[in-house]
């Protein structure tokens, strides 16, 4: 959610921070702002130059002289949380005196009563937004001296925050950072801040994550590091691995439909050098798996349904008791975990909200902690025990495709290799069989084409139930979730056998149905549905691995995915309903890589 850029360096700022915001568009965002700090500016305006719109990057872009030759600058992308989108609630904010520009992310939690005594002290605020707040609270306390009136305003502060603040007295940019991701890249003779690397690799490689309660203060060529307390913080400088052109289209008309293509290398590097000569699986895991009890995994969203297909084959294949919990109700409950417990936290940012305060809310009562995350250096990855990267690469498009493929994928080597540790006997043809995933993926992918004929058939309709049973019931739910999220159909995924306590009252003519009936124990059962859906006049779509004609006389919408073990075909299973999804976006002209209301990252509650 939302994208903050700032700069100061020795180019001229405004093309570094609209290719920021540009960069980090994939977030989700309803407006945007700039802030400059230059001379050369009208006077009316002072020192600080700004500029905001209602709508996309691209406006903002036209509305900023040519002649801007400023060094130094914030911008912002606003996903709107308090206030409906505006140029008003647009950032960068400023106090009554229009000194101080502050640009946020996060949720001020505390900003009525603190806007409260500010307005009784005499401030006028202009907006509706609780990030307003912060800029009058640095103004109360500014003498001077910007970083020590940031300090002093952010003790009072409650909330989540990502914050870059700028005055125009003072030649710097003041950073800080609680639960909201900020990642510093280091350049030659200038420096550039970011809720996201993908902003900063276009000029550096060299990069520090902050941590919560740091803040970092940028000056002319150089910049410092020191906790709220005013102490010096030492800091390791990490490389980004990934390279620029990653995060291009690469001649493909969405991110999204990239991403889907590029599975079967991610899904290989997920696998890269964790599958030993002697079929046994290698995960560098610092933890005493034979002292473990319990698992419990807690996610958001479309990792959440990546937990329920780790929950089937962690118990089938290691033998052990495992829960599954929404992230953020796990928080609130007063959950029974302890010494004992394996708490296994799955986030492709590796920055979600409620996934970090479960985290916490876990290591706090003594649990062990794992996490499956994507992205290096993220808050998840330093905070777990111990952590699986998936090594899929940026995902860039909102909708997950990549990163869940290679989620499950490595929930299927984590299940064998706690197995291993158990003692349980293991499959080495199902290991076998797991080295051969990515060519498998690859041949779904060349039923596109055919999906696409399908997806013509369905694009307008209004809803669309998804079935499934057993390992492949979460993959009902992630194929329904796919298609609400990019084409605005409702869709909802179900156990198969659950439709007739409810769901088959919806069916008629104009409901699609889609039955994921690769062949396994309860194939029969699954036909049986069919002829239930079918016996209603509703019309059938059938994901199989073998088309015979007890599948050809119900439908004649069919994909035919490969043949594969039962614990791989989730993975084989979703790859036609993300091109399904995708088709039918693409089909009603949605511009699949931005849907409406949705953001990437969910860094707020």
Sequence with gaps: MCGIIAYFGNRKAVPVL?????????????????????????AEQGLLYVAKVKGRVSELEKIIPSSEVSK?????????????????????????????????????????????????????????????????????????????????????????????????????????????????????????????????????????????????????????????????????????????????????????????FEQPNAIENTLRGRIDNDSKIKLTVDIDLK??????????????????????????????????????????????IGAGDLLMVISQSGETADVLAALREGKNKGAKTLG????????????????????????????????????????????????????????????????????KVDEVLHESDKILEIAKKFKDAQDFIYLGRGINFPVALEGALKLKEISYIHAEGYPAAEMKHGPIALIDEKMPVLFLATKDNTYSKILSNMEEVRARGGQVIAVVNEAGNDINNLTKNVIVVPKCREEITPIINTIPLQLLAYHIANLKGIDVDKPKNLAKSVTVE
Aim: hydrophobic share 40%; charged share 25%.
């Design 18 to 42: 609209i290719d920021g915001l540009k960069k980090l568009e994939y977030r989700g965002y309803d407006s945007a702002g700039i802030c400059l700090l230059n001379e050369g500016v009208p």
């Design 72 to 260: 130094i600058g914030i911008a912002h992308t606003r996903w709107a949380t308090h206030g409906e989108p505006s140029e008003v609630n647009a950032h960068p904010h400023f106090d009554c005196k229009k000194e101080i520009a502050v640009v946020h992310n996060g949720i001020i939690e505390n900003y009525g009563a603190l806007k409260e005594i500010l307005e009784n002290e005499g401030h006028k605020f202009a907006s509706k937004t609780d990030s307003e707040v912060v800029s009058h609270l640095i103004e109360k306390f500014y003498q001077g001296n910007l970083e020590e009136a940031v300090v002093k305003a952010l003790k009072l502060v409650e909330g989540t925050f990502g914050l870059a603040i700028m005055c125009k007295g003072e030649k710097k940019i003041v950073v800080a950072r609680r639960g909201s991701p900020i990642v510093l890249g280091i350049g030659e003779n200038e420096n550039i801040i970011a809720s996201d690397a993908v902003a900063v690799l276009p000029y550096t490689k060299k990069v520090i994550y902050l941590k919560d309660n740091e803040m970092v203060v940028l000056t002319e060529n150089n910049y410092s590091i020191k906790n709220f307390n005013g102490q010096e913080v030492e800091k390791i400088i990490d490389e980004i691995k990934w390279s620029a052109s990653e995060i291009e289209k690469k001649g493909y008309k969405h991110f999204m439909l990239k991403e889907i």
């Design 291 to 336: 002292s473990i009890k319990r698992v419990i995994i807690v996610a958001c969203g479309t990792s959440w349904h990546s937990a329920l297909i780790g929950k089937y084959l962690i118990e089938k294949i290691a033998k052990i008791s495992v829960e599954v919990d929404y992230a953020s109700e796990f928080r609130y409950r007063n959950p029974i």
């Design 372 to 439: 499956i995350i994507n992205v290096v250096g993220s808050t998840v990855a330093r905070e777990v025990d111990s952590g699986i990267y998936l090594h899929a690469g940026p995902e860039i498009g909102v909708a997950s495709t990549k990163a869940f493929s290679c989620q499950v994928t490595a929930l299927l080597l984590f299940a064998i290799f706690f197995a291993q540790h158990k003692g349980e006997k293991v499959d080495k043809e199902l290991i076998s069989e797991i080295a051969f995933l990515p060519g």
